[in-house]
């Protein structure tokens, strides 16, 4: 059983940064695939980036490519997400979750744990 808990979030002005953090407890963390979805109110849960279990590879949605990255340190349980160049189309709510399934294009089903997310709010 692996518990994943988010920080990270805030209130930031368009063109700002935030860095989000998930550290993962109670599991072998590094032997998961690491995503962030995000989901805003009435709307189905985004994957927005992944990455390996060794940061060998990541993927990124369109909408945040170039903007976000997504990294990880096996070392310490925690998947981070840094969000440079912020909009408020990036309000949402921002899930960290961990996944067996060797995609970098997990489906929600996918994700075997989840943490409770942390709301990110980037105002115009």
């Known amino acids: 059983q692996v518990q994943l808990v988010e920080s990270g979030g805030g209130l930031v002005q368009a063109g700002g940064s935030l860095k989000l953090s998930c550290a993962a407890s109670g599991g072998t963390f590094s032997q998961y695939y690491m995503a962030w979805f995000r989901q805003i109110p009435g709307k189905e849960r985004e994957l927005i980036a992944t990455i390996t279990r060794k940061s060998t590879s990541t993927y990124y949605t369109d909408s945040v490519k170039d903007r976000f990255t997504i990294s990880r340190d096996n070392a310490k349980n925690t998947v981070l997400l840094q969000m440079n160049n912020l909009n408020p189309e990036d309000t949402a709510v921002y899930y960290c979750?961990?996944?067996?399934?060797?995609?970098?294009?997990?489906?929600?089903?996918?994700?075997?744990?989840w943490g409770k997310g942390t709301l990110v709010t980037v105002s115009a």
């Open positions: 979750g961990a996944s067996s399934f060797f995609t970098l294009q997990p489906e929600v089903q996918d994700v075997h744990y």
